[in-house]
């Protein structure tokens, strides 16, 4: 029986990320969507107080190195979303409630102007999804974590995919992608 259980463990492993990852110790990898949902959950955890915030800020920067993987380089998200309560952190829901419908690019721009604890940055309240991407690509390659040509591959197949299934926000060009 055990030799049967161990035949069949190769086949479990390979259907499902997951459990490859809690067999072998390795974090999954997640979608946008499933890090959004998890990085929801933690939050509430820490509302509820069922774990520190301090936990949940660095569970947080651990799922978002999982996200999306899939692609060349590493997700271009600002990791200050992870500070929870910090004005990225905000801003970065304001951003997700556009993309799900819920609110107008221009009342994105309303709310984000009535946030504290906004950076001096120029621009930081104009509704830019793309050029928010570009920024974190930019940092990315900067930074070491993604080499130039992954960073621009993911940009143009980012474009690609907002021509196909178009979100809200100004034009966006290939022309662009050149890092």
Sequence with gaps: MQRF??????????????????MVGAPALLSKSEFDERRT????QIEKGLISKEAG??????????????HSAPPPI????????????TRYELTRSVESGALTPE???????????????KDVCRYDPFAERLAQ???LVKEG?????????????????????PIPGPEISEDACKL
């Design 5 to 22: 259980l161990l035949g069949l463990l190769p086949l479990v492993l390979a259907g499902c990320p997951t459990t490859t990852a809690m």
């Design 41 to 44: 959950e933690t939050k509430q």
């Design 57 to 70: 800020e660095t569970n947080c920067r651990q799922m978002l190195h999982t996200v999306d993987r899939n």
């Design 78 to 89: 600002d990791p200050a979303i992870c500070e929870f309560g910090s004005f990225a952190d």
């Design 107 to 121: 009342l994105w721009v309303t709310k984000c102007q009535q946030l504290a604890g906004q950076p001096p940055e």
């Design 137 to 139: 690509w930019q940092r």
């Design 145 to 165: 974590q993604a080499n130039r040509e992954g960073a621009e591959m993911d940009c143009r197949n980012y474009v690609k995919q907002v021509r196909q299934h």
